[in-house]
């Protein structure tokens, strides 16, 4: 794979040499093990479809607050409010499901199946997912914690710093908001602010069942301190997650106000599909990202429909990913070495 990405540690190796069926399997992002162990019992212990995998797994860490960037009481926005992000896609039928931006209900990857399997709709968002999340039975719920309330404070605290504006008075680098546009007379470089951190840790998954039948999905609740409304990758099909039946999946984590803009969770599946190994697939769809934004975060992971997997990633110190297969049997976790492209 290409070294100026991320050069993975030879577990991988070890893993490719392996004759065993590697199916049913499922590998997801960060070393949210109790997620992937999760997956794992409905796939092989169970016997369920990847969709129910991914809901179930996913669903873990909304309950756990993975990182506390999953599910509720996590990454407050400027008005210290929680908000969520989910999708949910089916490999065999290509249907989609997703809700972003949505208020007072915990259980966001659920919702999002909800939308694929009662609507002819992809994405709903902020009061309209919510709403339609009440109609089909989850309980209205407050999302803010202590913690949460604490996050926000301390941030209001320390001037609103960081933040997400740029080119706006009062000059967003010293004051909170309200903020009002002013014209610039020159592109402002992105990433030249210091941004939020531990924002990035979205949980995304790839899962095959018994009868190879795939799936993905992600979940997270944002960016911490975001601006009331925005909506980051993790719900965009093709960026947060994509599965082609023929070919395999992919879920991306990292910086997804740039990862939208090149759905790279889409272009891995793209680039298996021309011959390349879910690594090298991964680390290709990062490499064009930062010909453009070269100080951006993030990485991805990816399985083949046979199980091959593998997984890249650009800026982090390093990155980790969980995986199991029959040959696994447990869930386990994989370092890549991240190196930032100069």
């Given amino acids: 794979m290409n070294d100026e990405i991320g050069k993975e540690v030879p577990l991988w190796e070890q893993q490719w040499s392996s004759t065993k069926s590697m199916l049913p399997a499922v590998i997801n992002t960060w070393a949210f093990t109790n997620a992937t162990n999760r997956a794992w019992e409905v796939l092989y212990k169970n016997g369920k479809s990847a969709l129910d995998a991914v809901e179930q797994g996913c669903s873990v860490c909304e309950n756990e607050q993975c990182d506390g960037t999953v599910g509720f009481g996590g990454s407050p926005d400027e008005n210290g409010e929680t908000t969520l992000d989910a999708m949910i896609m089916d490999g065999p039928t290509h249907r989609c499901g997703a809700v972003a931006s949505m208020k007072n209900i915990k259980s966001a990857i659920s919702v999002a199946r909800k939308v694929m399997e009662h609507t002819d709709h992809t994405l709903l968002v902020g009061e309209g997912a919510t709403q339609f999340a009440v109609e089909m039975g989850f309980p209205y719920e407050n999302l803010t914690t202590n913690e949460s309330s604490e996050i926000w404070q301390e941030w209001k605290n320390r001037n609103c710093q960081p933040n997400f504006w740029m080119n706006v008075l009062p000059i967003p680098e010293r004051s909170c908001g309200p903020y009002t546009p002013y014209e610039v007379q020159k592109e402002t470089e992105f990433g030249t602010k210091d941004e939020p951190k531990k924002s990035h840790d979205t949980i995304g998954m790839v899962a095959i069942d018994v009868d190879g039948k795939m799936a993905s999905g992600t979940s997270t609740n944002g960016a911490r301190h975001k601006i009331p409304g925005r909506v980051g990758d993790a719900p965009i099909i093709g960026s947060g997650s994509y599965v082609d039946q023929e070919i395999g999946g992919a879920a991306a984590t990292g910086d997804g106000d740039v990862l939208m803009r090149f759905l790279p969770s889409f272009a891995t599946v793209e680039h298996m599909r021309s011959g390349m190994t879910p690594s090298t697939a991964a680390a290709y769809s990062l490499k064009r990202i930062a010909n453009y934004y070269p100080r951006f975060e993030g990485a991805v992971v ?32 994989f370092f890549v070495d991240c190196v930032l492209t100069e």
Avoid: I, W
């Fill in 302 to 333: 990816a399985m083949r429909k046979n199980g091959e997997f593998g997984a890249a990633c650009h800026g982090f110190k390093n990155f980790t990913y969980a995986v199991s297969n029959p040959d696994l049997e447990q869930p386990r976790v």
